[in-house]
């Protein structure tokens, strides 16, 4: 059973960066896929980043394409999301998700989740 902890979350103005880190714990890190997605209120969740295990390949939502950046560190059992230029339409709960198949998207169904960390962006 992987268990995963999301922290860096937070109050932040618009154009200002945050990064938000997910800490795995119960598997192989290494040979997990990892993914970050979002929700905001009454919105669906959305998918945001993902990297693979075998050759590090990155997917990105096309919102923030450009804006945010997905990696890991496996000597850490660390995935990290770096969030740059953030807009109000950033806000939402944010999830980290594993998954021990190659996942990456358009797939979502991520076995692992994550409880999530709440991001607030302020106009």
């Known amino acids: 059973q992987v268990q995963l902890v999301e922290s860096g979350g937070g109050l932040v103005q618009a154009g200002g960066s945050l990064r938000l880190s997910c800490a795995a714990s119960g598997g192989t890190f290494s040979r997990y896929a990892m993914g970050w997605f979002r929700q905001a209120p009454v919105k669906e969740r959305e998918f945001v980043a993902g990297?693979?295990?075998?050759?590090?390949?990155?997917a990105y939502g096309d919102s923030v394409n450009g804006r945010f950046t997905i990696s890991r560190d496996n000597g850490k059992n660390t995935v990290y999301l770096q969030m740059n230029n953030l807009k109000s339409d950033d806000t939402a709960v944010y999830y980290c998700a594993a998954d021990a198949r190659n996942l990456l998207w358009p797939r979502t169904d991520y076995t692992y989740w994550g409880q999530g960390t709440q991001v607030t962006v302020s106009s």
């Open positions: 990297i693979n295990w075998s050759d590090g390949s990155l």
